[in-house]
């Protein structure tokens, strides 16, 4: 572990960490309550198990994939088991958000939302090759690209959601259209407005710096070995708004589709 741990970042890191645990905890309750179909239920649980697995462990072992920074110096930290790992993890969410759409525009009669349930998956697959792109050559630019990616994300899901609104009469489904609603629309603002600027900034600043990009192969080797440890809250407090919404907002999301019965609600 890192030696000196700012009193900030470890309160934070504290925070990251007891957040996941009820999260594991919520979702075993779910394991016990589950009693929707099988054929939508029992997939959704596992996605999200996926998910909320991978996040606990991202909570617990920290790190930021490009400057190849980590809260502990283990190899369990490392970038290659972390960005995996989180690969996995946001495959496993893109699945369980396809599945809600295609449920709800087959339940609703809305047939076009079928195609785009199906187009998502390839999406976010690209989106998370660029990352990947970004995390072995240590380019910006990159991460800009798959932002972007999931900027056109929500909005499908944003589009979708207002669809299906004139076709809801429960009033519990109507919530949770307009909670995805207003989640799609202040994420792509966040996304679109402040991280893709943010990256294509940083892109011009490492031109202006001259700093050295790395191939693939040179890249990989780099971040199955290099790890930059510190507990410095000047470093990770700027993780802090993306790593908090992600690992308890962007978790209890996953958490409402897999308990939520919307092949039933009207």
Not at 239 to 266: C, D, H, N, Q, T
Request: a neutral charge; glycine letters at 10%; proline letters at 5%.
């Amino acid at each position: 572990m890192t030696s000196e741990i700012d009193p900030n970042t470890r309160r934070w890191w504290t925070f990251l960490r007891g957040v996941s645990v009820l999260n594991i905890v919520a979702w075993c309750a779910l394991l016990g309550l589950l009693g929707v179909p099988a054929d939508y239920g029992v997939p959704q649980l596992v996605l999200s198990g996926i998910f909320v697995g991978v996040c606990a462990f991202r909570s617990f072992v920290p790190r930021v994939d490009l400057e190849r920074t980590v809260m502990i110096d283990h190899p369990i930290s490392g970038i290659v088991v972390g960005r995996t790992s989180a690969t996995v993890a946001e495959m496993a969410f893109t699945i369980q958000s396809a599945l809600v759409l295609e449920v709800l525009g087959r339940a609703h009669g809305v047939s076009w939302i079928g195609p785009i349930a199906i187009a998502v998956v390839p999406l976010i697959a690209v989106a998370q090759c660029a990352c990947w792109a970004g995390v072995l050559t240590l380019n910006h630019l990159w991460h800009g690209v798959e932002e972007a990616l999931w900027t056109v994300y929500v909005v499908l899901c944003g589009v979708c959601f207002v669809a299906l609104w004139p076709h809801a009469s429960s009033n519990l489904l109507k919530g949770l259209l307009v909670l995805g609603l207003i989640g799609c629309v202040g994420s792509a603002i966040l996304m679109s407005g402040i991280d893709v600027p943010m990256y294509i900034r940083r892109f011009r600043e490492g031109r202006e710096r001259n700093e050295t990009l790395l191939s693939a192969g040179e890249g990989f080797r780099d971040a199955l070995v290099r790890r930059v440890p510190t507990g410095s809250w000047e470093v990770w407090r700027h993780e802090v708004p993306w790593m908090s919404l992600y690992f308890s907002g962007g978790v209890w999301l996953s958490l409402i589709m897999a308990w939520a019965p919307l092949g039933k609600l009207r």
